[in-house]
């Protein structure tokens, strides 16, 4: 038996649940995955999988032993990477969880340049805008918006997105013109709620203007918790929206949205790249961080505010 192979092998189920995937994946048959981590198990003496007729789950031993796996396994790649002629083509699959909008607008475009400079790294590319458990659901890093609530995570800063307000022509017609955020608090006004925490609460957002600050939370017809949903509803006239300038632009330029409050400033949206302080930063997270930041500076600098 390689044990390479084997805690490979081994590895690859657990993370595709499936003898089936697994083995198309590593280009092997299941029969010979099967052997592998029959083998693997044989020589341990403990069972890492539960197997059944319909799903594999990992045992308790094998959950602890495929923490290890993992470890070992992005050793082997820095190995590999570090000697002379390979440090420059690192490889591998990166577990990444990203904001739906992000991604749609920004992250899937560039891919390709990505793509085009580390062709050996293969991408699982989670798009959410929801709270990601990384340790329980084996994920690299995420990229997420706004403060971090979670201290135990490694984080890095690649971006402050700017934000506006603004909203439909429909809805201004109906509702008519806010001049002042306030009057977003008013029974006649209605925003877009957005829900970007597990305690399910409405965001709400900060103003200043010469020396005012206000928080504005107001009153929805409807709150979602993803931000491809959240600019939809505000385009059908639902509320108004608080978004990047990223999301908006284009709308703004069509007309299908207008500026409000363009008096008042917003403090930008930090935007962070994080992960568990326990896993191993491989060559591949490496340079996707790397990546992902430059990507960023074009889009949301650092320290770049409105004037």
């Not at 190995?79 to 083509?89: P, Q, R, Y």
Request: glycine content about 8%; overall charge neutral.
């Amino acid at each position: 038996m390689d044990r390479f192979d084997a805690m490979q092998a081994f590895a690859r189920v657990v993370e595709a649940g499936s003898f089936t995937k697994a083995a198309e994946t590593l280009h092997l048959s299941k029969t010979s995955v099967t052997q592998l981590v029959q083998q693997l198990e044989a020589r341990l003496r403990v069972r890492l999988l539960n197997r059944t007729t319909r799903k594999v789950n990992v045992t308790a031993d094998g959950a602890a032993y495929y923490e290890h796996v993992l470890r070992l396994l992005a050793d082997m790649d820095d190995a590999e990477t570090s000697l002379s002629g390979a440090a420059a083509a690192p490889r591998g699959r990166l577990r990444v969880d990203v904001p739906s909008p992000l991604a749609r607008l920004i992250l899937v475009p560039a891919l390709p340049a990505f793509h085009a400079r580390y062709p050996e790294i293969q991408l699982d590319l989670g798009v959410s805008d929801r709270i990601v458990d990384l340790i329980g659901e084996k994920v690299d890093c995420v990229v997420r918006g706004g403060e971090l609530t979670d201290l135990s995570l490694v984080a890095r800063r690649i971006g402050d997105l700017r934000l506006g307000a603004c909203a439909a022509p429909g809805y201004l017609a109906r509702a008519g013109t806010p001049t002042h955020p306030r009057e977003l608090e008013d029974t006649h006004h209605r925003i877009v709620g957005y829900k970007g925490s597990r305690a399910g609460k409405v965001v709400p957002y900060a103003m200043q203007r010469d020396g005012e600050h206000i928080v504005v939370t107001g009153r929805y017809v409807v709150a979602v918790d993803d931000g491809n949903a959240y600019l939809a509803a505000g385009l059908a006239g639902l509320g108004v929206l608080w978004l990047p300038h990223y999301m908006s632009q284009s709308h703004l330029a069509r007309g299908e949205l207008l500026p409000l409050f363009e008096d008042w400033r917003f403090d930008p949206m930090p935007l962070h790249i994080a992960f568990p302080p326990n896993r191993h930063v491989s060559a591949k997270l490496r340079v996707f961080i790397d990546w992902i930041a430059e990507l960023m500076a074009q889009h949301a600098p650092v320290g770049v505010r409105d004037a």
